[in-house]
């Protein structure tokens, strides 16, 4: 049950870092965040 909700909270930070990650990338390019921010609040 414990090791289970850890493998959940691992994925979901990988998955958080990882759209950080794209999130920066496309700063860099135009500066568009927000609209990066949004469709991940949508999608949760």
Do not use: A
């Amino acid at each position: 049950m414990i090791l289970r909700f850890f493998k959940v909270l691992i994925v979901v930070t990988i998955i958080f870092l990882y759209f950080l990650y794209i999130c920066i990338k496309i700063i860099s390019i135009n500066r568009s965040c927000f609209i990066c921010f949004n469709l991940f609040t949508i999608k949760i």
